[in-house]
């Protein structure tokens, strides 16, 4: 027994390291669809058409990310601010954030 506790435990924590391994290939595309939106102005597009893609739907939903219409169009809102993802997950971008909303609210 203690053999099939110990081989489930290892299967799962092997899953959430391929998760966040084809996590990671989220952001990296992210990534590059923004740098491609400030050079030639198509990111937002071409995010979308990797997303609607065979590859794309198959990397989103090994990342735990489901890959629909809504999704695409998040992911599509997100290349379009122009914000990459390092300095979007970073603590101080949260903060600013926050405080910018708290702001619009008291105003």
Request: charged share 35%; glycine share 8%.
């Amino acid at each position: 027994m203690k053999d099939f506790i110990d081989g489930t435990a290892y299967n799962n924590e092997q899953g959430n390291r391929a998760r966040k391994l084809f996590a990671a290939v989220v952001l990296a595309a992210l990534d590059d669809a923004i740098a491609d939106d400030k050079k030639f102005g198509n990111g937002p597009e071409q995010i979308a058409r990797w997303a609607r893609s065979k590859d794309g739907r198959e990397v989103l939903t090994c990342a735990g990310i489901d890959p629909n219409e809504r999704v695409v169009q998040g992911l599509m809102d997100f290349v379009g601010k122009g914000v990459r993802t390092s300095v979007a997950l970073s603590r101080e971008e949260s903060e600013r954030r926050h405080a910018a909303e708290e702001e619009a609210k008291a105003a």
